[in-house]
């Protein structure tokens, strides 16, 4: 196929989940020297995701591929490859630098669980009432 176009046909190196995603990666391959183009990815739609693959393109309306040529694919993948961190736990915890967080003492967030959540909105709900009409109690025989 090379040798037909020249290394001219358009290859995918990757898949933004949206617009934006695709936009960063296509800022980084630009950067490099790498020229690229966003092409609107055809999506088998069902469910819940209908009304979002619905929205118009320029609307940033789901998922894009970035394409390059075929002769810089490798070159891409291999940027993409160097940059991305494909294990997001390690990264995560890398940025929440966790060994220091274990060190420092501090309690595990409540678990209120389903019934607990709604029970503390009914009380604040409540309380939140009774300080209103105290209030109005007050402003209306004073």
């Not at 819940?48 to 002769?71: D, K, N, S, T």
């Not at 291999?78 to 966790?98: R, S, Y």
Request: aromatic share 8%.
């Amino acid at each position: 196929m090379e040798g037909d176009d020249g290394g001219r046909e358009l290859v995918e190196v990757a898949y933004g989940k949206d617009r934006v995603e695709a936009e960063m990666i296509q800022g980084l391959l630009e950067n490099a020297g790498i020229p690229c183009l966003l092409q609107q990815a055809v999506l088998n739609v069902d469910g819940p995701q209908l009304g979002f693959a619905l929205l118009p393109r320029g609307f940033g309306g789901g998922p894009q591929r970035v394409m390059v040529h075929a002769i810089r694919a490798d070159s891409a993948r291999g940027l993409l490859e160097e940059t991305f961190v494909e294990d997001e736990e390690t990264a995560w915890l890398e940025i929440a630098n966790a060994t220091h967080l274990e060190d420092a003492g501090a309690r595990r967030p409540r678990g209120y669980g389903l019934a607990g959540a709604y029970a503390r909105i009914l009380l604040w709900s409540f309380g939140v009432l009774a300080v209103v009409f105290g209030v109005f109690l007050v402003l209306r025989g004073g």
